[in-house]
């Protein structure tokens, strides 16, 4: 998957301020990935039932501690506007806490939940399920995003928009030259709000954001959902499990009709939700601050490595959520990619 040995890499740009354009070089020294590995201590790559189940009950536990408070105390409040700000701090910290919860699903997608697979699916699934996230689906192409992470062709979740592409008149844009509006804030504004709302929608409906050759066989647009077991985003050999996650996502949606025929779909959605979107906004945020940034590049075909690619991403730290909430993967990205 790596390269073997330390490769050097050679990057011009113009230097700032220069009169004669003078290109200032700069040599990157990628080490090999064994190298890397073995700077890191062995009990990192340890994981336990014990305590990769503990952070699931605590996570769990407050979830749930969460949801009996608002449900039992919130639709006693009379002032209405005091009411609607109270539903809308639920969301937001149920959000953040089953955002948690999501990110120890991602983990049992990786394998790092538990030495035993089979563990780690059976729980992957029934939080992901939970979630409304397709776990076999979303694992096998978010692999693919590790295994080619910053490859412009071929990686599955992140790759930026090149010259070409931004030149090219879309009816999303009016079929109009998109640097004539880009820094409008209203438009950014528009386009921020999209982003966080449906980002992670449109990325399982239609892949986007996916490299032009991430898919594994031949498949029109509307033929590459995560949700669809014959999905060019898949293998043949992957359909079964593509079915079983759509198995999971048909009994939530069950449970949550039921739900609803009890308490309401208003109650439905102020409890869970609400919580829904927020995870995913959180989600769509970490993915774009993960792998945006003025100096992070992204390689083509010809000069990408795996190593090159893994350590194209970026830690962010986001105080005591992230280490506490969000069980570190804001704060620890890099070598998440290098060993997931």
Known sequence: MAATATTTETRSRKANGSANGVLKTKVVEYPDI?????AIPAHCFEPTVLHSMAYVFRDLIMA????????????????SIVRGLAWALYGYLQGLVLTGVWILAH???HGAFSKHQNFNDVVGWVLHSALMVPYFSWKFSHHRHHRFT??????????????????KRRLADLYLDRELFEDVPIVQLV???????????????????????SKQREGGWLRVSHFEPTSAVFRPSEALYVFITDVGLAIVGYCL???????GWKMVFLMYGQAYFWVHHWLVAITYLHHTHPDVPHFDAENWTFVKGALATVDRDFGFVGRHLF??????????????
């Open 34 to 38: 064994q190298t890397i590995r073995d």
């Open 64 to 79: 749930g501690a969460l949801g009996w408070a608002a449900f039992t105390y919130i639709p006693q409040i009379n002032d």
């Open 107 to 109: 983990e049992a997608g």
């Open 150 to 167: 910053g490859h412009m062709e071929k990686d599955m979740a992140f790759v930026p928009a090149t010259k070409e592409d931004r030149q």
């Open 191 to 213: 386009k921020l709000i999209l982003h966080q709302l449906a980002g992670w929608q449109m990325y399982l409906l239609f892949n986007a954001t996916a490299g032009p050759a």
């Open 257 to 263: 009709y039921l739900a609803s025929t009890v308490v």
């Open 327 to 340: 069980h570190g993967i804001i704060d620890t990205h890099v070598v998440h990619h290098l060993f997931p």
